[in-house]
């Protein structure tokens, strides 16, 4: 069975940057962009493992979210996101627009498989796709790259069942959602959200950007038509190769459409 690590966010003792403030830029754009949702951050000591730092680093980093009332510190329970941290605003775009522009994209980039196969669900995950957690699912992380340059980091998760529905899911260069269609899965809705990051040393890395540059998150969860998720994507753009455009048109009218489009390397 193939299995693959999570990601572990990271901090550079080389960089002028002290080590408490990259902590804390990392933690304010998780939970900014929902990572830990409404419920709570990990602990400090969750968080020296993570990181890779002391717990003085942490408890500074965590003083200054505290002070910005992004988070709430609740004696002998642990400290929780605060209510009023993130502001979330939806709106409704057309899924076949969706379907199209993810085979699009497929179509004009090339895959760099990172690791792939089946991992447990991590609590987040789980919490998405609907399963316990260390449920075995399918997981693939790669990068996306357009005339040779890194464009995206992505990773989708699948649940075990679905992806063995999926023929080429260890070779297949296409995103997970059109293989889906191509499987003849139904894709009934999904629900997507775009924020702004920032990257850390280690998405820069990968990205071939500057750390601290900024970066749009995207998170997609993909419902079939039963309700049920069947896909959890989260993915990192380069805020300079990407960009997301939509048509607005007032109610009662065609669905309004979004577009993805890939910004040509320089």
Not at 16 to 21: D, F, G, I, R
Not at 34 to 49: D, F, K, M, R
Not at 215 to 234: C, G, K, Q, Y
Request: aromatic letters at 6%; hydrophobic letters at 40%.
């Amino acid at each position: 069975m193939n299995r693959i690590s999570r990601p572990v966010p990271a901090v550079d003792e080389n960089l002028a940057v002290p080590l408490y403030h990259q902590v804390y830029l990392v933690l304010r754009e998780n939970i900014r962009n929902g990572v830990y949702g409404s419920g709570a951050v990990p602990t400090e000591a969750e968080l020296c493992i993570s990181f890779g730092v002391s717990r003085i680093t942490i408890k500074r980093a965590m003083h200054e979210l505290s002070k910005e009332n992004l988070i709430v510190r609740q004696r002998g329970r642990g400290t929780f996101v605060a209510e009023s941290s993130r502001v979330p605003q939806a709106k409704r775009d057309s899924l076949d627009d969706l379907l199209r522009n993810v085979m699009a994209i497929g179509a004009a980039t090339e895959m760099q498989r990172l690791d792939g196969g089946y991992i447990p669900a991590s609590p987040e995950v789980a919490v998405k796709l609907e399963c316990s957690e260390g449920t075995d699912i399918f997981a693939t992380h790669q990068v996306r790259r357009s005339l040779g340059q890194p464009i995206a980091i992505i990773r989708a998760y699948v649940p075990r069942d679905v992806a063995e529905q999926l023929p080429n899911r260890n070779t297949s260069a296409q995103p997970m959602l059109a293989q889906l269609q191509q499987a003849g899965i139904a894709v009934a809705r999904a629900d997507q959200a775009i924020t702004a990051t920032i990257a850390d040393p280690a998405t820069a890395a990968t990205l071939a950007v500057e750390v601290g540059s900024p970066v749009i998150r995207l998170t997609r969860l993909v419902f079939d038509n039963h309700n049920r998720p069947i896909e959890w994507l989260s993915a990192l753009y380069r805020a300079d190769r990407y960009e997301y455009r939509t048509t607005l048109i007032r109610e009662g009218q065609n669905a309004a459409s979004g577009s993805s489009e890939w910004r040509a390397a320089s």
